[in-house]
């Protein structure tokens, strides 16, 4: 524990570079842009359909194009964000590879919230952006392809039954914690390959910040999931 408080007091300001520098990028609100881009400035995304900046609104109430554009440029955003991130530490003094990884890493989880927060609460856009489920979803494929392969497969299933990406979206956010305490403790810890029991910790109370935020974004849908007025999806052509 000394140890990583050490390294954070010694680090800050790496934290802070990655965090305005995500926070920045995430600002940048695709949905937002696409849809007055669309328009011609008539319209605002935030103000249609169900009033979120994000891919699922655009689906619905601009269509599949500029949904397509807008999932990309969302996770393309995220994906810059956490390697810029990870850059950042990397430049810490290790003369352990497996240390540096962590290191790394953290860099990666600092960015992706930042990223994501920056999403939500774009400074550019007054504040009020979309849930952080594309983004959320590019860092964790960055940071732990293992977890990301069990959280499609979980979003999957869970849209193919339902319908709605709403009740995928949650369910993947439920599950992003345990399923990030599984690969790590007993994949990267308990297998020998030399992680420490701190970084299992950490990982773990970083997704669960992640999808705490997630799931806290998708009050609204919640409450209509539960009274059974959850929308499918469907799409406007174009």
Not at 9 to 24: G, K, Q, S
Not at 125 to 153: N, S
Not at 163 to 168: D, L, N, Q, V
Request: proline share 1%.
């Amino acid at each position: 524990m000394d140890f990583y408080l050490n390294f954070v007091a010694d680090n800050w300001w790496r934290f802070i570079i990655a965090a305005v520098v995500a926070y920045l990028l995430g600002s940048i609100n695709t949905a937002v842009l696409v849809t007055k881009i669309v328009t011609k400035g008539k319209d605002d995304i935030r103000n249609m359909g169900s009033g979120n900046a994000g891919f699922t609104n655009v689906l619905r109430s601009v269509g599949k194009i500029p949904a397509i554009i807008t999932i990309v440029c969302d996770a393309l955003k995220c994906i810059i964000a956490v390697l810029l991130g990870g850059l950042i530490f990397s430049t810490i003094a290790s003369d352990n590879q497996i240390l540096s990884n962590e290191f790394v890493n953290c860099g990666k989880y600092i960015a992706g919230i930042f990223c994501i927060l920056g999403h939500s609460y774009p400074i550019y856009f007054k504040f009020k952006g979309g849930k952080g489920v594309v983004t959320a979803a590019a860092l964790i494929a960055i940071e732990d392809w293992r977890v990301f392969i069990a959280i499609i497969i979980v979003f999957l299933i869970v849209f193919l039954i339902t319908k709605i990406i709403s009740a995928a979206s949650i369910t993947a956010a439920v599950l992003y914690a345990p399923l990030t305490f599984l690969a790590t403790f007993f994949l990267d810890y308990m297998s020998g390959a030399g992680y420490s029991l701190m970084y299992v910790i950490l990982s773990t109370v970083a997704s669960l910040i992640i999808g705490i935020f997630v799931i806290v974004k998708h009050k609204a849908n919640i409450g209509r999931l539960l009274r059974g007025e959850e929308k499918k999806i469907t799409a406007k052509k174009g």
